[in-house]
């Protein structure tokens, strides 16, 4: 089945350290997403890219890299200068635009201590 | 830019029975969509329903159906015969026509009452 794949579920880190979420889909969207949840806050786009080799900050990007080399990968590392980097990360993708949903994948909770 | 605000942060229903919840968007956009995800315990976000602002009629899947008021800006969501399943956080989101970027407010908790 096609599905969006995150992982690990759960993930820690010392405060300082680097650290890459992983995502992969097998729907070939062409589009992909990340999003931050905390409580109370909804979700929140961190980056988007509609195609490989390109991409785009969301609302709240600074701390955060990403890369996209490959359609199916859309990685997401959390560098120490993200002040405050415990939350629920999801990864989504679609095919495209307008009223094309996202899927989603099943989230990464990442804590730094 | 888009703005989605869910005025309910928590609302409760009785199995069987019928929940409305709110939803009013702001976009300068005159082409856009809109959306309701539920988010169960498990976090896992599912596609409830979508509409297409440039359609009239009210989008219905199943016990859901949505309430689209363009004037008002308003997009809420009414679920029928309430389930114990239907119990969810559930967000509402926008997008602008052209755009990838989808746009949610801060979520609704639904409990659903045995």
């Known amino acids: 089945d096609g599905g969006i794949t995150q992982s690990p579920k759960y993930l820690f880190r010392k405060e300082g350290q680097n650290v890459t979420l992983s995502c992969e889909q097998n729907?070939?969207?062409?589009?992909m997403y990340w999003y931050r949840q905390d409580p109370g806050q909804g979700l929140r786009l961190i980056y988007y890219s509609q195609i490989v080799n390109d991409f785009q900050k969301g609302d709240i990007a600074e701390g955060y890299s990403v890369s996209r080399e490959k359609k199916e990968s859309f990685p997401l590392t959390v560098t120490s200068a993200q002040k405050n980097p415990t939350a629920f990360y999801l990864c989504?993708?679609?095919?495209?635009?307008?009223?094309?949903?996202?899927?989603f994948g099943n989230g990464t909770r990442l804590t730094v201590t | 830019a888009q703005t989605v605000t869910q005025s309910q942060p928590e609302m409760s229903v009785q199995e069987a029975e019928t929940v409305t919840l709110s939803c009013t968007y702001d976009t300068s956009e005159s082409d856009y969509y809109l959306f309701w995800y539920k988010q169960p315990p498990s976090r896992q976000m599912i596609l409830v329903i979508r509409q297409e602002a440039y359609k009239q009629q009210n989008a219905t899947e199943n016990r859901f159906s949505v309430n689209f008021q363009k004037a008002a800006k308003s997009f809420s969501l009414k679920i029928s015969d309430s389930q114990l399943g239907d119990a969810a956080m559930y967000f509402c989101?926008?997008?602008?026509?052209?755009?990838?970027?989808?746009?949610f407010g801060k979520g609704t908790l639904l409990t659903v009452n045995p």
């Open positions: 729907l070939n969207h062409d589009a």
């Open positions: 989101a926008s997008r602008g026509g052209s755009n990838y970027k989808l746009t």
């Open positions: 989504a993708s679609s095919i495209g635009w307008g009223n094309s949903p996202l899927h």
